[in-house]
């Protein structure tokens, strides 16, 4: 079985500074992918950034990064110089690659990060 | 260019009523989801489409029922619908069913009554 978990349900940033946004994940699967989406209250889900699990280098998307540390099952999502249009829903997630992890993507319950001004 | 498109963006519908959402992809995907979303809660996989077929039905009662006419499009159909119903609906489409990063659509707002 699969699970991700986001132990912050809110966090507050101040416009132009650097947040991370936590998420550990638990698998039995030998590879597996690990996404961030992003939801304005429009309700759209935004696909931000993606990390396999044998990837070498962290990935990174213009202002997003993501940490990954394989080792303590961790996949941060780093937001530098925040906007107020990254306040939002985050949600992380994980694919396994086996049978039935496999098919279908495991969301966390999800952080409300607020930028103020 | 990875948009899918859903449409209406709001529904309002009665329990007696039927109704259908659509979702369309051109990117040439080969797998389509319709997810089930609570306020301030994550998506919940429905159904998956593979190839024009249905490959997981997460257990979803019979009154919704998918259909994938062809490769680009993904339909939902609602029929006596009860109050519980209301939430967000999300279709999601990807390269592939497996390994592969899901895009989303911006959802449609159902409201049963």
């Known amino acids: 079985a699969q699970k991700i978990t986001q132990t912050q349900p809110g966090m507050f940033v101040q416009e132009k500074e650097a947040v991370t946004l936590d998420c550990t994940y638990d698998?039995?699967?030998?590879?597996?992918?690990l996404f961030w989406y992003k939801q304005p209250s429009s309700g759209e889900m935004i696909f931000l950034i993606y990390q396999g699990s044998y990837d070498q280098q962290n990935a990174t998307e213009g202002r997003y990064s993501l940490n990954f540390q394989k080792a303590r099952k961790s996949a941060n999502l780093v937001i530098s110089a925040s906007q107020l249009g990254d306040s939002a829903m985050y949600f992380c997630?994980?694919?396994?690659?086996?049978?039935?992890?496999?098919?279908?993507?495991?969301f966390g319950e999800g952080t409300q990060l607020t930028v103020n001004p | 260019d990875t948009e899918v498109t859903q449409t209406p963006k709001h529904l309002v519908m009665g329990m007696t009523n039927k109704k259908s959402l659509k979702c369309e992809q051109h990117?040439?995907?080969?797998?389509m989801y319709w997810y089930k979303q609570k306020a301030k809660k994550p998506p919940e996989l429905m159904f998956v489409?593979?190839?024009?077929?249905?490959?997981i039905n997460e257990s979803v009662p019979s009154r919704f029922s998918p259909e994938c006419p062809n490769s680009s499009l993904l339909n939902l159909h609602l029929h006596a619908l009860q109050p519980e119903d209301s939430a967000l609906y999300l279709c999601?489409?990807?390269?592939?069913?497996?390994?592969?990063?899901?895009?989303f659509g911006p959802g449609t707002r159902l409201l049963v009554l």
């Open positions: 698998t039995s699967d030998p590879s597996y992918g």
């Open positions: 997630a994980m694919r396994g690659s086996m049978g039935r992890s496999g098919s279908r993507l495991t």
């Open positions: 999601a489409s990807s390269q592939d069913r497996l390994e592969e990063t899901q895009y």
């Open positions: 489409y593979s190839y024009e077929k249905l490959s």
């Open positions: 990117m040439g995907h080969r797998a």
